[in-house]
């Protein structure tokens, strides 16, 4: 079955950076477009960007365009999100979602990693 | 990115009908297949349940119906159950990705 397994939760200082990932199994990993997510304490969705797992294509919206860094690893099934210059605004769960192609719907998610930024 | 508008909360009895309604522009919720419906329990994974406005995906209880008119998508829980109670997001895809504000469903 399907399954997106990410990293731990982070506790990270002000101007520091974060690296989360998502293992992907139970399909082809290239046939997929995978999405970032966030969701600050308490709040909602905030979409972040994405990426083509063959590392061909990779796109961030205006906010974090310059602060995220979206790559992918072929050999293990695994992409990564990496956001710089945190701040406290930073602090939510992040979650890598998968899109069937060209379907505009997030069909599987992982299951999110806290990243806390804290003095 | 254009904001899409849902009401803040939503409140039922069990076995009712509630509607949470998800206001955009034309460029945006005006394109029905690229709109989505996501489900989120408190502490949980979001979950999808509508796509391309009006579709469940395998699984989803028949119970969750989606609908368009003009540029509000709408998701119309049936039956309401206690399982309900949770948080919901309409999404919807016009260059990008916005989802909307979400709406916290009460059951009474």
């Known amino acids: 079955q399907v399954q997106l397994v990410q990293s731990g939760a982070e506790v990270k200082n002000p101007g520091a950076s974060v690296k989360v990932s998502c293992k992907a199994s139970?399909?082809?990993?290239?046939?997929?477009?995978m999405h970032w997510v966030r969701q600050a304490p308490g709040q909602g969705l905030e979409y972040m960007g994405v990426i083509n797992p063959n590392g061909r294509y990779s796109s961030s919206t205006q906010k974090f365009r310059g602060r995220v860094a979206l790559t992918t690893d072929t050999s293990t099934s695994t992409i990564y999100m990496e956001l710089s210059s945190l701040t406290s605004e930073d602090t939510a769960v992040y979650y890598c979602?998968?899109?069937?192609?060209?379907?505009?719907?997030?069909?599987?998610w992982g299951q999110g990693t806290l990243v806390t930024v804290s003095s | 990115q254009s904001a899409l508008t849902q009401p803040a909360s939503v409140s039922g009895s069990p076995g009712q009908s509630i509607t949470i309604s998800c206001t955009g522009t034309?460029?945006?919720?005006?394109?029905?297949?690229?709109v989505s419906w996501y489900e989120q329990h408190p502490g949980k994974v979001p979950k999808l349940i509508i796509y391309e406005g009006t579709k469940r995906p395998p699984g989803v209880s028949n119970r969750f119906s989606g609908s368009m008119s003009g540029n509000t998508a709408s998701l119309t829980i049936s039956g309401l159950q206690a399982d309900d109670e949770a948080d919901y997001y309409c999404?919807?895809?016009?260059?990008?990705?916005?989802f909307g504000s979400g709406t916290k469903v009460t059951v009474l």
């Open positions: 979602a998968r899109e069937p192609p060209n379907s505009f719907r997030f069909d599987s």
């Open positions: 034309s460029s945006d919720v005006g394109n029905h297949n690229r």
């Open positions: 999404c919807r895809y016009a260059s990008n990705y916005v």
């Open positions: 139970g399909y082809t990993f290239t046939s997929y477009y």
